[in-house]
């Protein structure tokens, strides 16, 4: 018969360490398959990113959707798929247009803070010209926006939902969701060719970190 102090010390050992994974691939010896091994740390990941998710925005989801603001508008049917994918197009734009200037990206949290620079004193003919076509299509956008009735409050509205990404927004009063609407129709009815921009399509660089208008990826943007 085990004494007390036997019977502590039993429990104490049972305790130490991870519980055996009782499903896992191993080998001959008992260790695990490195395969199995890292698509489990991949579920894990992903589940705990889903998670946070589902308890910050109250979606269970896997869509990418869900990571943005814009996204999660229309995942709510507060705004339509032709509206946010013109939301979509003005943020690629206006990223597209950060980047090529060398300006610092608005908000701190889109941006890596020891890659912000410029470009060369004397910069090549092709990319004066890809950022005379940057520039020039950011603000044909804004005076599109400023065009609109009641344009200040419009252009705001689109440009701290789409670009700045301002989650609060989400609950946005009526009146205020109708100047993003109105915002985001006026974009709609652009060329479709005037506003994407190739592979820089929003799906490509929302998230939380725009490492210099090319994003970089992660499994759940939360």
Not at 155 to 162: E, I, L
Request: glycine share 8%; net charge positive.
């Amino acid at each position: 018969m085990l004494t007390k102090a036997q019977k502590l010390r039993a429990r104490r050992k049972a305790q130490l360490g991870r519980p055996r994974k009782v499903d896992a691939e191993r080998f001959a010896c008992g260790k695990i398959k490195p395969k199995w091994s890292q698509q489990d740390s991949e579920k894990e990941a992903t589940a705990v990113a889903l998670a946070a998710r589902k308890r910050m925005h109250g979606l269970d989801t896997r869509s990418a959707l869900a990571g943005y603001t814009l996204g999660r508008l229309f995942l709510d049917g507060r705004i339509s798929e032709q509206q946010r994918d013109a939301g979509d197009d003005y943020a690629a734009a206006m990223v597209r247009y950060y980047h090529l200037t060398g300006i610092p990206f608005p908000s701190v949290r889109a941006q890596q803070i020891g890659h912000v620079r410029g470009h060369a004193g004397e910069p090549s003919e092709d990319r004066a010209l890809k950022v005379k076509k940057a520039a020039d299509r950011m603000m044909r956008l804004e005076g599109l926006l400023l065009g609109c009735e009641e344009g200040r409050q419009v252009k705001a509205t689109v440009f701290n939902v789409c670009v700045m990404d301002y989650e609060g927004l989400r609950m946005m009063p009526e009146a205020q969701l109708e100047w993003l609407k109105r915002g985001l129709n006026v974009l709609e009815r652009q060329p479709f060719d005037e506003l994407r921009i190739g592979i820089l399509s929003f799906a490509a660089v929302r998230g939380r970190a725009f490492a210099a208008a090319r994003p970089q990826t992660a499994p759940i943007l939360i």
